[in-house]
């Protein structure tokens, strides 16, 4: 069985702190996605990858950043951990590349790291 | 933009009724759309996922059908069981990208 996996469900970091987020897939998939989903907001994406040590900003980057140096893993990194960051973290991931076809692409989730900063 | 909509945001059923859930999108250039669901404090399950060319999809007892000249989707769900109970989203990929456009989701209850 296909799967993404984020390395923690539950985190609780202090404000200030510098926090990582891992996210592993075994698909072979060439995108990576992270999103926050907030109550009555739905789900933002904050950054995703399109290949090895490739990344583009989402809508909401700003006090993140990411890192893929390998095809299989994807980390989100809060540089200084604040409150208004605590939400549920969710990773994706999704086939597909330059030149491919897109109509058949589908996502497939982690299941998700709540992280509480206080 | 694209922009997804779901309405409505909630509702609760009695155990063995069908429903329909909606799903609103702006842009009808596609490449497909997707629904999930999400049970709480979970991630999100892939369901169902429509290519543009398609009409309808079938799995089990869901039924998801596109209608991309009006913008919209449909996932219908027959027989409901107090295990469907779970937030529902849909999701349409614009074409040209890589990054789905999701809705905010239906909140559903059934009631045993």
């Known amino acids: 069985d296909v799967k993404v996996t984020q390395s923690s469900r539950y985190l609780v970091k202090r404000t200030g702190e510098k926090v990582f987020l891992e996210c592993v897939q075994d698909?072979?998939?060439?995108?990576m996605f992270w999103y926050r989903q907030d109550p009555g907001l739905g789900l933002r994406l904050i950054y995703f990858?399109?290949?090895?040590?490739?990344?583009e900003k989402g809508d909401i980057p700003e006090g993140y950043s990411v890192s893929r140096e390998k095809k299989e893993r994807f980390s989100l990194i809060l540089e200084s951990a604040s409150t208004n960051q605590t939400s549920m973290y969710l990773c994706?991931?999704?086939?597909?590349?330059?030149?491919?076809?897109?109509?058949?692409?589908?996502?497939?989730f982690g299941s998700g790291t709540r992280l509480t900063v206080v | 933009k694209q922009e997804v909509t779901q309405i409505p945001a909630a509702l609760s059923v009695p155990e063995g009724e069908n429903l329909v859930l909606n799903c609103s999108f702006t842009d009808s250039a596609i490449y497909n759309l997707q629904w999930f669901r999400q049970d709480p404090g979970k991630g999100l399950t892939s369901l169902l996922l429509?290519?543009?060319?398609?009409r309808e999809q079938t799995s089990g007892r869901l039924n998801a059908s596109l209608d991309k000249s009006s913008g919209r989707s449909t996932l219908y769900i027959a027989a409901s069981q107090p295990g469907d109970s779970a937030t529902y989203l849909c999701a349409a990929l614009p074409s040209g990208t890589y990054k789905y456009i999701f809705g905010t989701g239906t909140r559903l209850k059934v009631l045993a």
């Open positions: 429509i290519q543009s060319s398609q």
């Open positions: 698909m072979d998939h060439e995108n």
């Open positions: 990858s399109y290949d090895v040590k490739m990344k």
């Open positions: 994706a991931s999704s086939e597909g590349g330059f030149g491919r076809e897109l109509f058949s692409l589908g996502y497939t």
